[in-house]
């Protein structure tokens, strides 16, 4: 017998997916290909996500940084930022994306306030259906029966693991030079 929970999720993510605009993904695509490096940050369980895309645009070949590393390099004017916020408002990364403007980087977002102030900088946006504890005013074309953030969290990993697919194909990279890319310290 089916785990209930599991296909309510799956339902949701399926009502879900058909809200996310393929113009803006493609957008950030060409904006990962064209920056120098790729800087990458997110806080909590969108934390874990930034952490995700970091680790493919890596394997992808891309020059990329998780932000708050210590071997994170200064970011310039040449350089992409992607800030994964659920409500777009989270203070610390709400000041990293003005120091990013202040070196004119490029600021790119996945969120699902468009009218927070981190979406309000950015060039780049990418908005995904849900709410936050933090965006409950948010209006949301997918009313989720999850707690707080979730449902914003599993879009935004998946919408990350399509964006992947897209600069792939766009890269013309192959499964095996990606995988000649992954840790082998493991």
């Known amino acids: 017998m089916p785990l209930p929970e599991l296909t309510i999720i799956i339902d949701e993510l399926t009502r879900a997916s058909a809200h996310v605009d ?22 909590g369980r969108s934390g874990f996500v930034a952490r995700a895309l970091s680790n493919r645009l890596l394997h992808l070949g891309i020059n990329v940084s998780f932000v708050g590393e210590p071997t994170t390099p200064p ?10 916020s659920g409500s777009g408002a ?3 990364l709400r000041v990293m994306a003005e120091k990013a403007c202040a070196q004119n980087a490029a600021l790119a977002t996945i969120t699902l306030n468009p009218q927070g102030p981190i979406a309000q900088m950015a060039s780049h946006r990418i908005v995904l259906p849900g709410r936050t504890h ?10 989720s029966e999850q707690f707080s953030g979730s449902l914003f969290e599993q879009m935004a990993w998946l ?23 992954h840790a082998n310290l493991e």
Do not use: H, N, Y
């Open 75 to 84: 970011i310039t004017a040449d350089d992409l930022l992607i800030i994964i």
């Open 22 to 43: 393929q113009g803006q993904v493609i957008e950030l695509c060409e904006a990962c290909q064209s920056a120098k490096g790729v800087f990458v940050c997110g806080a």
């Open 134 to 143: 933090l965006a409950e005013q948010v209006d949301t074309p997918v009313v």
């Open 159 to 181: 919408t990350c693991d399509a964006l992947v697919m897209l600069l792939r194909d766009a890269m013309s990279q192959s499964v095996e030079m990606m995988r000649a890319r």
């Open 90 to 92: 989270t203070a610390g």
